[in-house]
């Protein structure tokens, strides 16, 4: 980090299901191991923990506890589950990190702009979706088909920035991660260079 003053951002990350969010966000987390000032976050969600997802697994109860206690960021429903981010990583976005997060465009979509907010839209096309949710092998086919009807809400949703992860995937994971390293430049120049 340079000794400019930094302006912290969260930066959602959102897209449908099947586009990648989860293994793009792994593979720039890799590549940019060294960079203290990007922070990955982990998910609480009122799900198992099983193939296919990482996240920090709480019960319904638990989840609700924890959020009604203001122990969570930001926090938001889908799918039948809930999903938040613990409160701690204000502290990061306090201290002028970029903070990392793999969101809803639901819950994103509800937020005002604010330019310590970042929105980048992972997307594929629709029959690569398809095909990588039921490998994937971690909802029904009938959750799957919730999950690809759900993408008509979101067609024109507006983004700071868009990954096409229709090919390797890592060519989209170095999408992602030159885009936070150039955030976190940006940032050395205020948040009005990138206010939405
Ligand atoms: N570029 C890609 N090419 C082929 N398969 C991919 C690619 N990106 C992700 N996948 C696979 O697609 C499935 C869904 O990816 P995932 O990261 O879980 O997406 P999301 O978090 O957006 O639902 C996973 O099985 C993953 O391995
Ligand atoms: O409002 P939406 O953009 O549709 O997103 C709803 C939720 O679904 C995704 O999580 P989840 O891990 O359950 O699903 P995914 O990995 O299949 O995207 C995403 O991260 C949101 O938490």
Redesign the pocket.
């Given at each position: 980090m340079s000794t400019a003053q930094k302006t912290g951002a969260w930066v959602f990350i959102c897209?449908?299901?099947?586009?990648?969010?989860?293994?793009?966000i792994?593979y720039a987390q890799q590549a940019l191991a060294a960079r203290s000032d990007i922070v990955f976050t982990r998910r609480f969600v009122s799900r198992p923990v099983h193939a296919?997802s990482d996240h920090d697994a709480l019960t319904p109860a638990a989840f609700a506890a924890l959020a009604q206690a203001g122990g969570l960021s930001w926090h938001w429903r889908a799918h039948g589950f809930s999903y938040g981010i613990a409160r701690h990583y204000d502290e990061a976005v306090g201290a002028g990190c970029l903070v990392i997060v793999?969101g809803s465009r639901e819950h994103v979509n509800g937020l005002p702009a604010s330019p310590d907010r970042l929105v980048l839209h992972?997307t594929?096309e629709p029959t690569?979706l398809a095909q990588?949710?039921l490998?994937?092998g971690r909802d029904s086919a009938e959750a799957v088909a919730r999950r690809l009807e759900r993408n008509a809400d979101f067609d024109a949703m507006p983004a700071d920035c868009v990954i096409f992860?229709?090919?390797?995937?890592a060519d989209?994971g170095r999408q992602l991660a030159n885009y936070l390293e150039e955030s976190t430049l940006s940032a050395d120049a205020g948040p009005t260079q990138r206010a939405r």
């Open positions: 897209g449908p299901s099947g586009s990648g969010k989860d293994s793009v792994a296919g793999n992972i594929a690569a990588r949710l490998r994937r992860n229709d090919g390797e995937l989209a």
